[in-house]
């Protein structure tokens, strides 16, 4: 699994990871983690995320466009 664009939507909005860990409750450690690809969020953590950066899942995971557009890509 690919790294998160955690640290893209952090920086846009000038956070550190100490404020964003605080949001969430964990450790700075812990969301280090995840910045770096080494553990993952859970679905809820996911959704905190996206409200903290304003964004969907979809974009944390890089994903864009029509995702039935790109799903029969795959099948060529």
Same mark, same amino acid.
């Given at each position: 699994?690919? %790294?998160?664009?955690?640290?893209?939507?952090?920086? +846009?909005?000038?956070?550190?990871?100490?404020?964003?860990?605080? %949001?969430?409750?964990?450790?700075? %450690?812990? #969301?280090? $983690?995840?910045? $770096?690809? +080494?553990? #993952?969020?859970?679905?809820?953590?996911?959704? !905190?995320?996206?409200?903290?950066?304003?964004?969907?899942?979809?974009?944390?995971?890089?994903?864009?466009?029509?995702?039935?557009?790109? !799903? &029969? &890509?795959?099948? +060529?």
């Amino acid at each position: 699994m690919e %790294a998160l664009r955690l640290k893209d939507y952090r920086t +846009k909005l000038n956070m550190s990871q100490r404020e964003v860990s605080a %949001a969430l409750n964990i450790t700075q %450690a812990y #969301y280090w $983690k995840w910045e $770096k690809g +080494k553990s #993952y969020p859970n679905a809820e953590q996911i959704m !905190m995320l996206c409200d903290i950066f304003h964004c969907t899942p979809n974009d944390l995971f890089g994903f864009y466009g029509d995702f039935k557009v790109l !799903m &029969n &890509n795959l099948d +060529k």
